[in-house]
């Protein structure tokens, strides 16, 4: 049952799931709206920071993520689905924790004190929060026989300035397992999909890829869950092998497996390059 008294918390999508992986935006939108959440969008956002941004001109990339802060209204967590974009904005805020002149800079700029308890949270953080697997163990297990890898990216690595953060390895799997799921073991969870050099470098981006979907298929796996919009790009775009694996947003498949979003599933699964339609019919989770 839907639940009625929403918490609100501030929602920065960014880049990729406000194009690329609108699916991941829209499933996620609903399972945290099933979860009580209201997610509200910060108004005119824009790019992290991130991409080639924070290698090429690093005050740029910084001024970018602390816009962003700087419209994340007081008192609420400020939501981030992306790896990358949590990095930059996360990194930011600590930098202006740490700098008296960049906190002067900031204010300067955006007119505006600098919030420094602002709660900058990955969904997963909230999930895990919850406590969503025990929360999924009253729903009926729908996604019974599935056999999956879960596949996190580098990003959840965070660097060391942000190194007592956790990074939620694992969570996938154990909510997963808790709706039927079969998580299986493989060594490919953390290697780098090559993020933006898929369009710089798409001869290195490649071979990594098509070693990341090998791997999944030596583990006997019938889809990827990722972490990520962006991985979750590359691992479709870039694979060139003749069989291929699907490739499923973590919050698309819990969606799916919750009967979230029934008239938006359609046109989340038209946008996957490798069609998992055929996957979710066999286990009844499309008519």
Known sequence: MQNQNLTTLSYYPGCSLATTARENNSSLVHLFRHLGFELAELEDWNCCGSSSAHSIKTELAFDLACRNLSLAPPGRPLLVACPSCLLRLRHAHLQLKKDPNARSRYETMWDRPFDSELNIVHFFELLDRIGLASFAEDTPQRLKGLKFVSYYGCMLALPPALRHAKDYHGLMERILSSLGATPLNWAYSSRCC??????????????????IIQGAQGAGADCVVTACAMCHMNLEVRCTLTAKVPILHFSEILSLAFGLGTNEQESWLSRHLVDPVPLFKAMDLLK
Request: aromatic share 6%.
């Open 194 to 211: 090559g993020t933006f050099l898929s369009v710089a470098r798409p001869d290195i981006v490649t071979p990594m890829v098509n070693d």
